[in-house]
């Protein structure tokens, strides 16, 4: 087989990540720096737009922060202020023109636009703003914003702003910069994160406090569902514009997508983690000698199962961390190198013992197949999968990248049939309830669960169905 082959990783993918800097002499610097510290959040593309007061300017492309950001392209942005983003694409195609931020030129003035989230109602205001007229420059639902705010008639900055997200539905974390302002804003539920800090003076927003703690900022608060700041020469101002709604934090940030060293929901991830493979143990136990996480995704979970079962923590996979997300294959190879690429077990490790294996989720289930089957040909004498969430039933549509609902193993079949497919001798996962628990919020008065419970907090109606069917056709 030839050509680039996909390095196995079978996850749901957290598509955006924010930084921006309002008045620092170094803006662009602290913009990428902030970028790398996010890459996890998104590696298909990025990009920086800075203000010196009268123009905007922008570097953007595909790949990651390192490769598009020399110092050559950081000086050729000049300006106190910064907004950045990193991309894998969720909704609209993988290709350059999708890239963030987005910089149009209307007669308001050049305005530049990065969003993490997806508005479910993007395509309905696409047909309606292209039968009037406008002409989209990419297939990103981001886009729609930008088209808003051009053909609103409020005269100040935050209202045009306002009257335009108030038109779309979903999940948005924005930042907008103009040559004098920067504006963030949050959807009233408050799906996707973002926090407000601040470095010498300047005020920093970005979607997790790693990309604080890398510039040596402070974490002063999270920016609230539903609120809109203005950070401008007159300091900082909050609105709260939209009508409020009950949060709807996404749990999945807790389980997978945000950096065990950041602060999410006023929640420090690793805790979190921590406190899910201990419920996870209570749940599910299992007769066994060692626990072995999937790196990275099941580390925090595996040191807290064996925390609570006082089963030995053991390194019996190992990861390789310099796999990007194809690879080339020889030309006559009929193994399959798609999880030998990333993981590698250690024998010594795993021969004769029973293994509790544990990883954040299963989504298709190829790959956890894939690699109970390398456990046991390292020596493994019984292999028990422990799952630190519920099963995914559903895809989200909230701003993370999933396949289709048929495409979930765990919309199909039972856990025992799941546990024959991947060919565990054991499988279990969390309970709703213990997920919940673990993230303190036991009435589920904060938190998205949809991909888990089928409770989608903001409906998909009828016109918005036909979006999501192109959407998913779109995806192949
Ligand atoms: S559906 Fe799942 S992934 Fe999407 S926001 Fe809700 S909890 Fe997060």
């Known amino acids: 087989m030839a050509g680039n082959t996909p390095v196995d990783d079978d996850h749901f993918r957290d598509q955006c ?7 620092h002499r170094e803006a662009a610097r602290m913009a990428y720096l902030g970028l790398y510290a996010l890459q996890h959040r998104g590696q298909e593309s990025a990009g920086i737009v800075t203000t010196d007061g009268s123009r905007l300017r922008m570097q953007k492309g595909m790949g990651l922060v390192n490769d598009i950001f020399t110092d050559a392209c950081l000086d050729q942005l000049p300006g106190a202020s910064a ?3 990193v991309r894998y694409s969720t909704s609209g195609d993988t290709v350059a023109a999708n890239a963030q931020p987005i910089l149009i030129d209307c007669h308001r003035g050049p305005i530049a636009l990065g969003h993490n989230g997806n508005l479910v109602n993007a395509q309905v205001l696409r047909h309606e703003l292209e039968a009037a007229g406008s002409i989209f420059q990419s297939s990103s639902d981001t886009e729609v914003i930008l088209h808003l705010y051009a053909r609103s008639h409020r005269d100040r900055l935050e209202d045009a702003i306002a009257a335009s997200l108030s038109k779309v539905r979903g999940a948005f974390s924005l930042l907008f910069l103009t040559p004098d302002a920067m504006v963030a804003a949050r959807d009233p539920w408050g799906f996707r994160p973002l926090v407000l800090g ?7 927003v970005c979607s997790e406090t790693c990309a604080l703690d890398l510039i040596d900022a402070e974490y002063v608060r999270d920016i609230e569902p539903g609120e809109l700041v203005v950070v401008d020469a007159e300091g900082i101002r909050s609105f709260r514009p939209f009508p409020t709604a009950p949060s709807r934090h996404c749990i999945f940030e807790h389980v997978y997508f945000a950096r065990p060293d950041s602060l999410v ?18 749940e599910c136990p299992a007769d066994a000698d060692i626990v072995v996480p999937v790196p990275d995704s099941g580390m925090g979970a595996g040191l807290g199962y064996s925390q609570e079962s006082g089963l ?12 990007g997300r194809t690879f080339i294959e020889p030309k006559q190879s009929i193994r399959s190198f798609g999880v030998k690429i990333k993981l590698n077990p250690v024998r010594s490790v795993l021969e004769g013992k029973r293994v509790v294996l544990i990883d954040d989720s299963i989504v298709r289930g190829t790959t956890s197949r894939k690699i109970v089957g390398m456990v046991r040909e390292a ?13 995914t039933t559903g895809p989200c549509y909230y701003g993370i990248d999933t396949p289709l609902k ?5 919309s199909r079949l039972s856990v025992d049939e799941i546990a024959k497919y991947i060919g565990a001798d054991s499988l279990g996962y969390l309970s709703h309830e213990g997920l919940l628990r673990a993230v303190d919020d036991v009435e589920g008065r904060r938190h998205c669960t949809a991909c888990f419970s089928g409770r989608y907090p903001v409906a998909v109606t009828q016109a918005e169905d036909w979006q999501l069917a192109l959407f998913e056709k779109a995806r192949g």
Do not use: C, K, T
């Open 17 to 23: 990540g924010l930084f921006g800097i309002f008045g």
């Open 83 to 85: 907004i950045g983003h």
């Open 198 to 204: 601040q470095v010498d003076g300047a005020p920093v």
């Open 265 to 282: 929901f006023g929640r420090n991830v690793l805790s979190s983690r921590l406190l899910l493979g201990r419920q996870l143990a209570r």
């Open 312 to 323: 030995s923590f053991e390194w019996g996979l190992i990861r390789n961390h310099y796999v």
């Open 379 to 391: 020596g493994a004498r019984e292999v028990h999968l422990r799952i630190s969430s519920p099963p």
């Open 406 to 410: 048929s495409e979930l193993i765990a």
